[in-house]
């Protein structure tokens, strides 16, 4: 059964640094990985996929990797802004189109 | 990028009552949706999968009689929560595909008192 580990819980961290956001997952036979960002209260926002045969996807600010063999994927934030503040949740697609999902990671980012 | 809505966004009900929450793709056509379960600090947890036209698959440990969901078309999913009780608050999220990425409808906060 896939299991999704996100570390850490919640993460506080001043304007403008560069953080990295950890996601393990326990069976690396995926179709998929997903970052997404969801606010209190609010649906999930897709930020990026990663298919299984690429290492990394980049928007903007964000830069996902993904090492399939490790089970592992980070989502890298530059220069953070408090907008992002949120939970990012990393789910993975072991295929029929079902995610597995972390608990997420709490991001709050002071101005 | 794909939308997909969800009606209402909140909802209250008394013990005993059903609530029905529908989830519809604005602007893609989706033969399969998904519904998840999100209950405070806890990740999204898969409920069922609702197919068009027919019978939905449920998750192990979702009992399918309280949690009611139809496909009528393909753009519409419907789930409804029966004979609802208050530990069936939570948030509930569904989704759908119109290629690999998963795109979530915005929730429905159902409180049962």
């Known amino acids: 059964k896939q299991e999704v580990t996100q570390i850490p819980a919640a993460l506080s961290v001043p304007e403008g640094e560069n953080l990295v956001l950890n996601c393990s997952f326990t069976?690396?036979?995926?179709?998929?990985l997903q970052w997404f960002r969801q606010d209190p209260g609010k649906g999930l926002t897709s930020l990026l996929l990663?298919?299984?045969?690429?290492r990394e996807q980049t928007s903007g600010r964000l830069n996902a990797s993904l090492d399939k063999s490790s089970g592992r994927s980070t989502l890298y934030i530059a220069a953070s802004q408090p907008g992002d503040s949120a939970t990012y949740l990393c789910a993975v697609e072991g295929g029929s189109e079902k995610l597995v999902f972390g608990k997420g990671t709490k991001l709050t980012v002071n101005p | 990028g794909a939308v997909v809505s969800q009606h209402p966004s909140r909802v209250i009900c008394k013990s005993g009552t059903s609530v029905k929450i529908e989830c519809r793709s604005l602007?893609?056509?989706?033969?399969?949706m998904f519904w998840y379960r999100q209950f405070p600090k806890q990740s999204l947890m898969l409920m069922a999968t609702s197919n068009e036209g027919s019978k939905a698959t449920y998750e192990q440990g979702v009992e399918k009689d309280k949690f009611l969901i139809n496909h009528a078309s393909l753009t519409l999913s419907t789930l409804t929560v029966t004979s609802a009780h208050p530990e069936d608050s939570s948030f509930y999220i569904c989704s759908a595909s119109p290629n690999s990425e998963q795109y979530f409808g915005p929730g429905t906060r159902l409180t049962v008192t």
């Open positions: 990663i298919q299984s045969s690429q």
């Open positions: 602007d893609f056509q989706a033969t399969t």
């Open positions: 069976d690396s036979a995926i179709y998929n």
